[in-house]
């Protein structure tokens, strides 16, 4: 059975930083790209980053570019959102996401991130 369980999330001030975790279990993690996806209340999903079976490729939406930055570690099956320079439009529950081979997504159940003074 797949797995995805997002962790980390919480409120925090302005400038502020957090760590999202999502571990992965039910597949073959090490040869998947892994997604971090956001979604704020009214507004359509975003993704917000990807990260290649290796992590050799990388993009992020220019929005979080030089403040966000993901990485993974495939010995513990789990993919990280590293968030600093935290604004209040970061505000969304965010989740970490897969499409296997045979074309199906995968999704976690997000983690509430508020950025507020």
């Known amino acids: 059975q797949v797995h995805l369980v997002e962790s980390g999330g919480g409120l925090v001030q302005p400038g502020g930083s957090l760590r999202l975790s999502c571990a992965a279990s039910?597949?073959?993690?090490?040869?998947?790209?892994m997604n971090w996806y956001r979604q704020a209340p009214g507004k359509e999903r975003e993704l917000v980053a990807d990260?290649?079976?290796?992590?050799?490729?990388?993009n992020y939406v220019d929005s979080v570019k030089g403040r966000f930055t993901i990485s993974r570690d495939n010995a513990k099956n789990t993919v990280y959102l590293q968030m600093n320079s935290l604004k209040p439009e970061d505000t969304a529950v965010y989740y970490c996401?897969?499409?296997?081979?045979?074309?199906?997504?995968?999704w976690g159940q997000g983690t509430q991130v508020t950025v507020s003074s």
């Open positions: 996401n897969t499409r296997l081979l045979t074309r199906r997504e995968y």
């Open positions: 039910g597949f073959t993690f090490s040869i998947v790209t």
């Open positions: 990260i290649s079976s290796h992590g050799g490729s990388i």
